[in-house]
């Protein structure tokens, strides 16, 4: 097989070189096919024409064209692309030919070389277009030598006028037809290419975003990493140390096992959501679908507000009375692990002794799930930036650190059940969020 067929080959498994240049390929293709369905359709006719009007030596001449139709069809359905065009474009050119040496350029025959040098230039593209220009300028020199020369090939019966005359209108309606085909065709087959490059550059768009955001969080993840863990591992050192000198009292030493102790925890759950982003970054947590009811979710939100509660003494406040059964589909760990993270969010953001209401609201087909505090709120660029992939660092009212990795695995997972994350939120008064899941 030639590098042309193994060329459209490839680009039609999907290991082409770009879209754009299979786009080009399948234009001159689908427009070659269209052109040997029309010259067999063409030779037909024509035959029966010349049989009618008595020019039957033409008759026989064009009808010899069929055959020849029928070897490119099947060298085209063979998957031989290149050679069905090179042996179209060969043999219309010398049919052509023979016709007008048998008739002589009075009957404009040597016309029909237009839309051959048309079609043979949109067939052939790409790594064809050599062949493509050789064809033409044959088409070219063979057109040139028709109008030109006194050769004729076979001897025919001399056409009456009114003969002459309808052979001519014959064939400069038949080069109008198909030259008005193939330019209808190939503005139409372009605009369609247009239309898809536009689909192609969006979707391009679209990656560049996300590869955007994906380098940006990367940088900003390992400035952060360099911070955030070494600054409690050496506070954790450095209490260490000052335990072995023996120099502690009891009340220092408690203050600094409690401060050991939540530094730990801290760097512990920051190494937590580290790896879990890690994993869902290389596709590696995969999506697990089951039935979960409505109830098991609120009893998993409570317990984990339950943990958080004697921290800043948050008041929390559940609305998920919802009817008994109701049940949302969903992958279990992810569903937890967003609200684990909405929730440690919300308690975050919000002073001591603020409120953080958990809410379900039946939506038809699904349930939206909302967790609101009345805290600091956020700006319309944070809300952006979220909403865009990319983390950025923020302190809580208590100097809580903030990473972003959270809300981006929460952006992560909701994508996976379809839904995305909506977030309202006004400065000062609080921030809602709230995602939807499909009803079991």
Same mark, same amino acid.
């Given at each position: ?17 770009? /879209? ?144 002459? /005359? ?9 080069v109008g037809v198909i030259s008005g085909l193939e330019v209808i065709y190939i503005l139409w087959f372009s605009n369609d290419i247009q239309n898809k490059l536009i689909e192609q550059t969006a979707k391009l768009d679209d990656r560049n975003t996300q590869m955007v955001a994906a380098l ?16 409690? !591992? ?28 939540? /530094? ?14 890690? /994993? ?16 098991? !979710? ?93 983390s950025f660092t923020t302190s809580g009212t208590d100097r809580e650190k903030g990473h972003g990795l959270g809300m981006q695995l929460v952006q992560d997972f909701i994508r996976k059940h379809n839904s995305s994350l909506k977030i309202d939120s006004v400065l000062e008064q609080g921030t809602t969020f709230s995602f939807e899941l499909p009803k079991a």
């Open positions: 097989m030639s590098e042309h067929e193994l060329a459209y080959h490839a680009s039609e498994a999907g290991t082409g070189p770009t /879209r754009s240049v299979d786009l080009i390929h399948e234009k001159g293709r689908k427009l070659h096919e269209a052109l040997i369905y029309l010259v067999g359709v063409y030779a037909l006719l024509y035959s029966l024409i010349n049989w009618i009007i008595g020019q039957k030596e033409q008759a026989y001449i064009t009808a010899c064209i069929l055959p020849s139709v029928f070897l490119t069809w099947l060298l085209f359905k063979k998957g031989y692309y290149y050679y069905s065009k090179l042996w179209n474009g060969l043999q219309i050119n010398f049919a052509v030919l023979i016709l007008a040496l048998t008739t002589g350029p009075e009957t404009y025959v040597p016309a029909f070389y237009i839309p051959i040098i048309i079609g043979t230039l949109v067939t052939l593209q790409g790594a064809e277009r050599a062949t493509g220009y050789a064809l033409s300028g044959l088409s070219i020199a063979l057109m040139a030598f028709s109008l030109v020369s006194d050769i004729r090939i076979f001897e025919v019966s001399i056409p009456t006028e009114d003969s002459m /005359r309808f052979e001519r209108i014959a064939n400069m309606i038949g940006y969080t990367r940088d900003k993840m390992m400035s952060m990493l360099s911070h955030d863990l070494r600054s409690p !591992i050496a506070s954790i050192h450095a209490g260490m140390e000052l335990f072995e000198t023996g120099n502690v009292d009891a009340e220092l030493q408690a203050k600094l096992y409690t401060q050991m102790k939540s /530094r730990t925890g801290q760097t512990l759950a920051l190494m937590d959501k580290l790896l879990l982003w890690s /994993r869902s970054q290389t596709r590696t947590i995969i999506y697990r679908e089951e039935p979960l009811s409505i109830a098991q !979710i609120e009893q998993f939100a409570k317990s984990v507000c339950y943990l958080f509660a004697s921290e800043k003494l948050i008041n929390f406040t559940y609305r998920l009375d919802v009817p008994p059964g109701s049940m949302v589909k969903g992958d279990r760990d992810m569903i937890e692990a967003i609200f684990r993270n909405l929730i440690s969010n919300a308690i975050k953001f919000t002073k001591p002794g603020g409120h953080v209401t958990l809410a379900a609201q039946d939506k038809g087909k699904t349930w939206m799930f909302s967790v609101s505090d009345n805290g600091k709120g956020m700006t319309k660029e944070e809300i952006e930036k979220i909403t865009g992939g990319i």
